[in-house]
């Protein structure tokens, strides 16, 4: 059996399911899987796995199984950009919770203290220094992974949604001598990337980047009369959080806390602590139960703003499915909706004849392509009231920072073939194109598949506007 593949980096999805024993003795589903202290190569934080894999799309990316290296492979990559700071937006909703938190007249509890004093230092979008060593471990372990692909005229083809970050996150991966390392605290020896990894020998070029003002596949923002998840993620709110407020208001008599601060704040431990990179204060406020209920809380974003639960979310991705079918084909992309026309028609800026191509996007736009794709459907929308513990569906595993989707074309028994890899898990295809449990379905049925995308959406397009 021989292997060409198509790997898609970014944000990603594919969930195992571990159980824990709750205290009256019964198995209970929990969102994250037991697995090996692994990862990237990236710093190590001290901080309980269960806790730092359940921040929902701000949890670092780990894997999710061992890779099984095939033998021949071409390779299609999209990858999210790394750890970074908080949008504006989020940081103005941490600052508040931070302040109605400090209208306390007293801290009963030493855990607590720390808030008295506590100033918000994070910066806002750019991205953090354990996000650029995220791209630069994840270049340097795709070099090492499939070196047997590359050579001087065939170097992977990089292309990036223009947003800062996003751009940075590219231009890490493929080497690290791109961004300014001094003022995110590298040095020459931390310098890692697929060029690195190859000693210079394979530099991919700089990536092609598309413009977040016009067509753009790798971004999110083409669809204007999309929803969102506002409704569903505060009812959610309003279900988990007034049992921590009112926890907290015990400790903190005077606080002024509402249910809203609450995602804030357990966010705001996510971010403090990939930025200092030693575990924040504030994570130790809040119980396990406490971080499931996070997570769930980003499973209900993701779910209802360009996934299943939004009717104009997943046509958003269907520009990327084209482009991804194209290169499985080796034929000009056919597409009617975000793909930016004068790129795709030119070798130049979309060639068909590389093994690698590296695609870096943002976290929205990648659960748009899951959806378009119809992988990690549920059997049932997920409710707002009640948590779904033995969902698929987890954000942790979907669109984690510097998460990887990979789509393999494969050559298996003389058979073009497709399979799928979140994070290096298999992504089931049974119910997409009759995959067997290997994940494995022929290239044939796997484009077959695809008729919402290569039918421009089925009407869904037409909607946004």
Known sequence: ???????????????????????????????????????????????????????????????????????????????RHGARFPTIGAAARMATAILNAQQATAYLDPAFEFIKDWEYDLGYDDLISYGASQSFETGEETYKRYSTLVSQDNVPFVRASDGTRVVLSATNWTDGKYIHLISLGYDSENRKGFAYASSGIFIPSAPLLISESGNDTLDDKMCPNAGDSDTQTEQWQDVFAPAIVERFQKVLPGSTLTNADIPNLIALCAFDTLYKEVQSPWCGLFTLEDYWDYEYYGALDKYYNTGYGQKLGPVQGVGYVNELLARLTGTPVVDETQTNRTLDSSPITFPLDRTIYADFS???????????????????????????????????????????????????????????????????????CNAGDDGICTLEAFVDSQSYSRNNGEGDWQECF
Request: hydrophobic content about 40%; aromatic content about 12%.
């Open 362 to 432: 943002h976290d929205n736009e990648m659960i748009a392509i899951y959806a378009a794709l119809g992988i990690f459907r549920q059997p049932t929308p997920l409710d707002p009231r009640k948590r779904v513990e033995d969902r698929t569906w987890i954000t942790s595993h979907l669109v984690p920072f510097n998460s990887k989707f990979v789509t393999e074309r494969l050559l298996c028994d003389g058979v073009e073939s497709v399979r799928m890899l979140l994070n290096d898990g298999v992504v089931p295809l049974n119910d997409v």
């Open 1 to 79: 059996m021989a292997y060409t593949f198509a790997f898609l980096f970014f944000s990603v999805l594919y969930t195992f399911a571990g159980s824990q024993s709750s205290s009256n003795g019964d198995e209970k589903q929990v969102p994250y899987p037991y697995l090996e202290k692994s990862g990237f190569g990236v710093p190590k934080i001290e901080i309980p796995e269960e806790i730092i894999r359940s921040w929902a799309q701000y949890s670092p990316a780990y894997p999710l199984a061992p890779y099984d290296v095939p033998e021949r492979c071409t390779v299609t990559q999209i990858q």
